[in-house]
């Protein structure tokens, strides 16, 4: 049976808003905003959203590269915010990052091989016959060759330079690797290459992927299942076929009326967004969607509506859906504002 490999729990982060001399906090930015989900093992959980939506702040605190405000986050039964910096430091080993912009996460005066080999001497590989072995190999693993490692960065394509990214996070054999837009900044046809590439690797080396882009065509065919944000919540999440045939929460059917469809005879609902997302130092009331959302009703300007599971695997917080188990507003999950 799978099991959860990480597992999240009313995770939050508020960013205080200061004003003033003094640094007087005056307000605060949730940037994510009480959020659970899991990830079994072996698994791809897509996060998409808008830039601002909290996608790549949850990614950075499974890390722990941002300490949440609130919240638990499980690593193979381990919580990890608990843990002590040289704990956490072990545990980065097993849990790696592959970054958006690949050269800006290079450092460009170090050659191919110091750069992947810092996360071995940083975990205890001393041997330098060991580190340049191994260099090598995952070299080999992710399309590149043996004469690569005396080059820097500069040398490289911007699909290649995310190959060494993805080399790097993969050499310490982690179980867990969240890629934050790991490809939206590569050209289309590139783009495909780096996925097929991840997709092979998660078979070969059993690697569970979290999986964050703003664009849901690029999720699709990596994810198993995909989460959905907007304001720093999950509006939606289910199993990825699922989610794509049938869209339940109107921002998802709006970010898939964005996607192109091949097939031409396909008649999609489309649902176009109002407006901007808001600022989210003063989010709007109620379902912080509504005032984007063409399906407003008036308890959407009071009331949250809950993450509820209205079928097998598929979860949307939207009052649109009132035959939930739990869909009871005056509970703590759908306040009444
Ligand atoms: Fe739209 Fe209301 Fe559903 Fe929010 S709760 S998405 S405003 S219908």
């Given at each position: 049976m799978t099991k959860p490999l990480l597992k999240v729990e009313n995770l939050k982060k508020y960013f205080p808003i200061k004003k003033g001399v003094l640094g007087r906090v005056a307000g605060q930015v949730k940037a994510v905003d009480d959020i659970s989900f899991y990830v079994n093992e072996g698994e791809t959980l897509g996060i998409v959203g808008e830039s601002g939506c909290g996608k790549s702040t949850t990614g950075r605190m499974l890390l722990r590269l941002l300490e949440p405000t609130e919240g638990t986050v499980e690593f193979d039964g381990k919580d990890?915010?608990?843990?002590s910096a040289e704990e956490m430091r072990k545990t980065r080993r097993d849990i790696q990052m592959v970054f958006q912009d690949p050269y800006a996460s290079l450092?460009?005066?170090?050659t191919i091989e110091k750069i992947l080999g810092e996360p071995l001497l940083v975990h205890g590989i001393k041997s330098a016959k060991e580190r340049n072995a191994k260099i090598r190999e995952f070299l080999e693993v992710v399309g590149?060759?043996?004469?690569?490692?005396?080059?820097?960065?500069?040398?490289?394509?911007g699909g290649q330079r995310q190959r060494i990214g993805i080399a790097r996070a993969l050499m310490t054999n982690p179980k867990l690797i969240i890629a934050?837009?790991?490809?939206?900044?590569?050209d289309v046809s590139i783009q495909a290459q780096v996925l097929n590439l991840m997709q092979d690797l998660q078979t070969e080396f059993n690697l569970t992927y979290i999986f964050i882009a703003h664009d849901l065509g690029v999720v699709r065919h990596i994810s198993d299942r995909v989460g959905v944000m907007y304001l720093g919540k999950i509006v939606e999440v289910s199993e990825s076929e699922d989610l794509y045939a049938n869209p339940l929460h109107p921002y998802t059917q709006a970010l898939l009326s964005a996607v192109p469809v091949p097939d031409p005879d396909y008649i999609k609902q489309e649902v176009f967004l109002e407006?901007?997302?808001?600022n989210p130092a003063d989010p709007p009331t109620g379902c912080t969607f509504h005032t984007r959302c063409p399906f407003k009703m008036d308890i959407c300007t009071r009331a949250i509506p809950k993450l509820i599971e209205v079928e097998k695997g598929h979860s949307v917080a939207c009052h649109l859906y009132p035959d939930g188990t739990d869909n009871d507003i005056k509970t703590d999950g759908g306040v009444i504002q």
């Open positions: 990890i915010t608990k843990l450092n460009p005066r170090h590149l060759s043996d004469f690569h490692a005396k080059r820097y960065p500069h040398q490289f394509s934050d837009e790991p490809v939206s900044a590569l407006g901007d997302i808001p």
